[in-house]
């Protein structure tokens, strides 16, 4: 990875290193099977585990079954992209600190938000690989997916967005934080898992959560989800798809939430990142 970006006005040196990051992570990703597999394969086998063994379809009317498939590929899709946000991303970084590649670094004029912007880039199109291939496996089952409007895939691309920013800081900063940097996946799985269960497999099944769920519109990966039901799921009643209460989250002050996620996320990546990995060390 070439970063010797001396010459160029920061901006430029901004871009330079952002896609040299993102490139190098990129090539990382796609060599690497094991990634792969718990990005890709698992969210799908967990789908598939879930619509077949865990819910039954079979005596739903067909609408509502291919509705409810729909709504369970868009939940496993987030899994899919959690996975790649928070332990696939926080691999890169102990990967790279376990083989002194930041002593390196920090010798060198690399910009610290080069460093997280390049590699969240590469995860984020990594995580709408993982959304898709999700999505393609729910299809083959008969999921019906529908777009609102033409704004439908751009919103569920923001929502994605904000969700990846928001975990990815979380994922610097277990790094950052963890004394032994090689625990930090593990914790970021166990964030993942608890993540999805504890709103309800990312709120797309509120009912199985005890008491009042509406905080299922209110955290980051629920509130993605469902604002991607929203747009790409034809759900008629979202009573009888499971989806309900609370209603879809529809409102600009669930869009300006999740505005917020991103922009937190943004903020406390790029300080974690120039402050722990860098240590304050910025040529």
Do not use: C
């Not at 409810?68 to 970084?93: D, E, H, I, M, P």
């Not at 004394?179 to 797309?204: E, H």
């Amino acid at each position: 990875m070439s970063i010797e970006t001396r010459g160029l006005p920061p901006v430029g040196r901004l871009t330079e290193q952002t896609t040299a990051f993102a490139v190098r992570t990129l090539q990382t990703l796609r060599r690497n099977g094991a990634v792969l597999f718990w990005a890709v394969a698992f969210p799908a086998g967990f789908y598939l585990l879930s619509v077949y063994l865990f819910i039954d379809t079979s005596g739903m009317p067909e609408g509502v079954a291919s509705v409810v498939k729909a709504t369970n590929a868009v939940s496993y899709g987030t899994f899919a992209a959690l996975t790649v946000f928070l332990n696939t991303f926080s691999q890169s970084l102990v990967a790279d600190v376990e083989d002194g590649r930041y002593a390196q670094f920090r010798a060198l004029p690399v910009v610290p938000a080069a460093d997280f912007l390049g590699r969240f880039a590469a995860a984020y199109l990594f995580a709408v690989a993982a959304v898709l291939a999700v999505l393609g496996v729910g299809a083959a089952t008969g999921a019906e997916y529908a777009l609102r409007s033409a704004l439908s895939v751009p919103i569920a691309l923001l929502g994605l967005l904000a969700l990846g920013l928001f975990a990815a800081s979380v994922a610097v900063v277990l790094v950052a934080a963890v004394p032994d940097a090689k625990f930090a996946s593990i914790v970021a799985v166990s964030v993942v898992m608890l993540a999805f269960f504890l709103t309800g497999y990312n709120g797309v099944q509120p009912g199985m959560l005890a008491g009042a769920a509406d905080f299922v519109n209110v955290v980051p990966n629920a509130l993605a989800t469902r604002l991607a039901v929203h747009h790409v799921v034809p759900v008629g009643d979202w009573t009888r798809a499971g989806l309900a209460a609370p209603g879809a989250p529809t409102g600009t002050g669930h869009l300006a939430l999740l505005a917020g996620y991103a922009v937190a996320g943004l903020g406390l990546a790029v300080v974690a990142t120039r402050r722990s990995l860098y240590r304050g060390e910025v040529q």
